[in-house]
């Protein structure tokens, strides 16, 4: 008779992993929102009244009752420079033309003392360089009252 082989070995088992237990898992927690006490310290603000917008003109701004004689004498002299806030956006946007209403407030001493432009034309470029500009001229001194409001149009559109 023959031998007989030795039975293959059996694998042994891994042992098993301990079960990853999560205690939070196993309790339902309830947490509570604290509820907020009020600070015996707190003491409201007064509510403070509303500032005047530092924005523009308020419409009051512009109540006056002069005149000025021959506006347009200073505005023929500035226009080339207002011409030039026009063409220098011109060459970002060869399209852009329309109206600029610019309506000023002459002081006393015939300084501008506020200048606002409006318009057609919808360049915030355009509009703020005009208004510097604007708040640097001088006008003869208005007659008829401290002040005097002009509106001045100005009409551009691309060169053919």
């Given at each position: 008779?023959?031998?007989?082989?030795?039975?293959?070995?059996?694998?042994?088992?891994?042992?098993?992993?301990?079960?990853?237990?999560?205690?939070?898992?196993?309790?339902?927690?309830?947490?509570?929102?604290?509820?907020?006490?009020?600070?015996?310290?707190?003491?409201?603000?007064?509510?403070?009244?509303?500032?005047?917008?530092?924005?523009?003109?308020?419409?009051?701004?512009?109540?006056?009752?002069?005149?000025?004689?021959?506006?347009?004498?200073?505005?023929?002299?500035?226009?080339?420079?207002?011409?030039?806030?026009?063409?220098?956006?011109?060459?970002?946007?060869n399209i852009l033309q329309g109206e600029l209403m610019v309506k000023l407030k002459v002081g006393a001493n015939g300084k501008v003392v506020l200048a606002n432009v409006?318009?057609?034309?919808?360049?915030?470029?355009?509009?703020?360089?005009?208004?510097?500009?604007?708040?640097?001229?001088?006008?003869?001194?208005?007659?008829?009252?401290?002040?005097?409001?002009?509106?001045?149009?100005?009409?551009?559109?691309?060169?053919?």
């Amino acid at each position: 008779m023959g031998k007989e082989d030795p039975p293959p070995p059996v694998p042994m088992a891994k042992p098993a992993e301990p079960a990853r237990v999560n205690p939070m898992a196993e309790q339902q927690l309830e947490l509570e929102e604290p509820v907020p006490e009020p600070d015996a310290a707190l003491v409201e603000a007064p509510i403070e009244p509303k500032k005047r917008p530092t924005g523009g003109p308020v419409r009051g701004d512009w109540d006056c009752s002069g005149d000025v004689q021959n506006p347009m004498q200073v505005i023929n002299e500035q226009r080339s420079q207002v011409r030039a806030c026009y063409e220098r956006r011109l060459k970002v946007n060869n399209i852009l033309q329309g109206e600029l209403m610019v309506k000023l407030k002459v002081g006393a001493n015939g300084k501008v003392v506020l200048a606002n432009v409006s318009g057609s034309m919808k360049d915030a470029e355009v509009h703020s360089c005009v208004r510097k500009l604007a708040s640097s001229w001088s006008f003869p001194t208005p007659s008829g009252g401290t002040c005097a409001v002009l509106q001045v149009p100005f009409q551009f559109s691309p060169k053919t």
